[in-house]
């Protein structure tokens, strides 16, 4: 069965540093998210992605944001100067269609900012 | 208006039971209500899903109920077995101008034999 597989399962970054979160979607897929996930809290939109633009973001996704299809495969979420409230699970996910909405969640990245 | 409000947060159901989660929304722009269920260490996984043109959809042991009217979705889990054991996830999503999720809040289930 095709899945959505992220890399690495676990990051741990000092503050202020850049971090890629790495995530390769389903592959006829068209549509590509982010959500986090804070400790015990709910899943939360970050960003999606279509036709190699973010289509719609979140206000959490501010400018230390960035989202990024380098190739065919990948799909990236940079964190450029990470602070402590960004430690999170972050979960890539994507879709085959505006139409068809199930979205496929990768198993996500746990970030921990120290 | 782009809550989903999820209740309870925790749920303990012995095995054969009857597990009841209920989201209730306040967006009526809201078309399309997943379930998704999420194991420890794992990504949110869809379960079942309904759109408000049905009231009830049933899959096996799950099944959705949705009363537009009063702007409420529920899921129940019939004949509830340990592997059901997770957290439950209801969501809602305006699929003609945007395919964000919001998800409500989450219920951890727990089912003992």
Redesign the interface.
């Known amino acids: 069965e095709p899945e ?1 597989t992220q890399t690495p399962s676990h990051q741990v970054t000092q503050m202020g540093q850049e971090v890629i979160l790495r995530c390769v979607p389903i592959s006829n897929h068209l ?1 590509f ?1 982010w ?1 986090r996930q804070i400790l015990g ?5 970050l960003v ?1 992605f279509y036709n190699n633009e973010i ?2 973001k ?1 206000e959490i996704f501010d400018d230390q944001f960035s989202v990024e299809r380098p190739d065919g495969s990948n799909f990236t979420l940079k964190i450029r100067s990470t602070k402590l409230e960004d430690s999170a699970m972050y ?1 890539c ?1 994507s ?1 085959e269609s ?2 068809n ?8 990245t746990r970030l921990t900012v120290v | 208006q782009q809550q989903v409000k999820q209740s309870p947060q925790s749920l303990i159901v012995q095995k054969g039971g009857i597990s009841i989660i209920n989201c209730a929304y306040e967006n009526t722009a809201f078309d399309y209500f997943p379930w998704y269920q999420q194991f420890p260490g794992k990504g949110p996984a869809l379960l079942i899903a309904i759109r408000p043109d049905v009231s009830e959809k049933k899959e096996g042991r799950f099944t959705i109920s949705f009363n537009k009217s009063a702007k409420q979705f529920s899921l129940h889990i019939m004949d509830s077995q340990p592997g059901d054991s997770a957290t439950y996830f209801c969501a809602a999503s305006i699929t003609y101008n945007t395919d964000k999720l919001i998800f409500g809040t989450g219920t951890r289930l727990q089912v003992f034999p």
């Not at chain 1, 809290?41 to 939109?45: D, T």
């Not at chain 1, 909405?101 to 996500?108: D, K």
Request: proline fraction near 0%; glycine fraction near 8%; charged fraction near 15%.
């Open positions: 959505v549509y998210y959500y809290q709910k899943v939360e939109f999606s289509s719609e979140s979960f996910a879709s505006a139409t909405t199930e979205a496929f969640f990768g198993q996500g």
